[in-house]
């Protein structure tokens, strides 16, 4: 059992920078790959990037790429997402998630799951 919490979302404007965390309880965080996902009004939620648990793997949507920076701490149960020159279509809940694998994009193959934090970006 994994229990997440995300924090850091917030109104920005385009081409400034944000910074998600999510904090993780629970013995089996460090072996679970992580994932960020992202739900604009009326879509669906869509992959944004993913971590392995050795943190040696990443994986990152094509619209994110040089732009966003997924990490994580097995010691502190933590992993981040780095988010720069935002854009307003990045507006959007953010939801960390753990799964089985980094390689894995489909929001059915994470398992748990954060409540969300809004981001919202201003053109």
């Known amino acids: 059992q994994v229990q997440l919490v995300e924090s850091g979302g917030g109104l920005v404007q385009a081409g400034g920078s944000l910074r998600l965390s999510c ?31 050795s943190a040696i793997s990443i994986n990152y949507v094509d619209s994110v790429k040089g732009r966003f920076t997924i990490s994580r701490d097995n010691a502190k149960n933590t992993v ?26 489909a929001p059915s193959a994470y398992d748990y799951w954060g409540q969300g934090t809004q981001v919202t970006v201003s053109s």
């Open 23 to 53: 904090a993780g309880s629970g013995r089996s965080f460090s072996t679970n790959a992580m994932g960020w996902f992202r739900q604009a009004p009326g879509k669906e939620r869509e992959f944004v990037a993913s971590i392995s648990w």
């Open 80 to 105: 981040s997402l780095q988010m720069n020159s935002l854009k307003p279509e990045d507006t959007a809940v953010y939801y960390c998630a753990a799964g089985r694998s980094f390689r894995l994009v």
